[in-house]
């Protein structure tokens, strides 16, 4: 089985999170394929896709949104995850899990618009202080805000072994499900 791994990543760590995935994978499936997603030209030779791209804006990239629109049909024909890399646990505490849940339902439903998917998973990735306007960095600080690598491996490690799972499955009982939100 080939695999594709396709990201969009502005400052790397989307790109980071995307190769430690395929690392992982390959070691159950075979061969997993880990590619900036401006490198893909055609989808014909991978049995499924994970795909991810950072947040700006409340949005994926835009290279990461072309993909999606580009290989639509193609996409249709096989399993896709998606995963999404903002800023949710570095909200202040309070907001910090609603935020994420409201992201998560937000970009999953933009998202199932132009493909099914299998699955969605909003991650937190690496937001810097110098990645948020200065005025406004004080008032983040002040209310419970967080800069930092707010990556939880543990959680990408468990959302990939969960994908192996369903594609090592004979055809027969894997699940043809999609999410819907
Ligand atoms: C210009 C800019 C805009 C961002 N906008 C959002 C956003 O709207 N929502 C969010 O959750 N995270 C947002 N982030 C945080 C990034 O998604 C986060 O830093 C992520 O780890 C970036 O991934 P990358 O390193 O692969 O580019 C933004 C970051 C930058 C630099």
């Known amino acids: 089985m080939t695999v594709l791994i396709a990201y969009a990543s502005a400052l790397g760590s989307t790109r980071e999170m995307a190769q430690h995935m395929a690392y992982r994978m390959a070691g159950a499936l075979g061969e997993v394929e880990c590619r900036s997603v401006e490198d893909v030209e055609a989808l014909s030779r991978y049995e499924a896709v994970v795909v991810g791209s950072a947040v700006h804006n409340q949005a994926w990239l835009p290279p990461a949104l072309l993909f999606f629109k580009h290989h639509a049909r193609e996409l249709a024909g096989r399993p896709v995850w998606a995963f999404s890399v903002g800023m949710a646990d570095a909200l202040p505490q309070p907001i910090r899990r609603r935020g994420a849940a409201l992201q998560q339902k937000r970009l999953a439903e933009a998202l199932i618009k ?68």
């Open 114 to 181: 132009e493909v099914p998917l299998r699955g969605h998973k909003l991650f937190s990735g690496v937001y810097q202080a110098g990645q948020m306007p200065a005025p406004l960095r004080v008032l983040f600080r002040l209310t419970g805000g967080r800069f930092g690598d707010l990556r939880d491996w543990a959680a990408v490690d468990e959302w990939a072994d969960q994908i192996t799972a369903q594609l090592a499955k004979p055809a027969s009982s894997a699940s043809s499900g999609s999410i819907t939100g």
